[in-house]
């Protein structure tokens, strides 16, 4: 297992000091960043090997946001690898081991030169399968994201958003946690997000046109942002329950 602990900031909370979804995705995006920098696989390596870990799909369980100024630790581990498939868990907690929140992702070995899937090479078994641990108990979803056609019916299209050089990575396409931030902002306000799925389909680059699209059910928003085909480049789906209001 892999961990860094860190303090929650100013510039990472919202209006009500609490931790947001989107920085609570970096703090996991850093985690297994730093993990693969510390072994000697990071983003200088990739790049040599003409390699990548491509995120398909996370789903992440928030139990409570963690408040400005609170020390947290952030862990992370694999475990499992199938074909060019790895299976990789996180964890937030709190100094007194209260769990903000876990996770459970799905990431693809890709080959860059070829851009198609590649087995795991044998320096990534070297390096992670004796980081492998046990999978964090309980119900996970599928990858894939699917929605009732009763749904998908009354979904509404929002105004289109452009990939600007903010959005931008060192893989130069636009970062995974960037479209959970563009999601996010059409979600209304007092609901609290206690989980989060997202499907990765295409990666969309510099000037690409992303075309929302809503749709609304009791207890879950899902965004999917398309190219101006329809063709998704990323399907965003918040678990939602109302917030009670401060008195």
Request: glycine residues 4%.
């Amino acid at each position: 297992m892999y961990s860094f602990s860190n303090r929650v900031r100013y510039s990472e909370v919202n209006s009500e000091k609490e931790l947001t979804l989107p920085s609570l995705l970096d703090y996991l995006q850093d985690c297994c960043t730093f993990e693969s920098e510390d072994f000697g696989v990071g983003v200088d390596y990739l790049a040599k090997e003409q390699v990548a870990w491509i995120l398909s799909s996370w789903e992440i369980k928030v139990y409570r946001y963690p408040q400005m100024g609170q020390h947290i630790k952030v862990s992370t581990w694999p475990y499992a690898f199938r074909g060019f498939y790895g299976y990789r868990n996180f964890c937030i907690e709190g100094e007194d081991g209260e769990i903000f929140a876990e996770a459970n992702s799905v990431w693809v070995f890709m080959d860059t030169e070829k851009m198609r899937p590649a087995r795991v090479s044998e320096r990534m078994q070297e390096v992670y399968i004796p980081e492998i641990r046990d999978e964090i108990p309980g119900e996970w979803a599928d990858r894939k994201i699917s929605l009732p056609d009763e749904a998908v019916q009354k979904s509404v299209e929002k105004e289109p958003v452009r990939v600007s050089r903010f959005y931008i990575d060192t893989n130069h396409h636009m970062n995974n946690g960037k479209y959970i931030l563009v999601a996010e902002e059409y979600l209304p306000e007092q609901v609290f997000v206690c989980g989060l799925r997202a499907e990765y389909r295409k990666a969309a680059m510099l000037g690409d046109m992303l075309y929302p699209v809503v749709t609304i059910e009791e207890k879950q928003i899902t965004v999917t942002l398309a190219d101006e085909k329809g063709a998704s480049y990323a399907i965003i789906c918040f678990q939602i329950q109302k917030k009670e209001r401060q008195s």
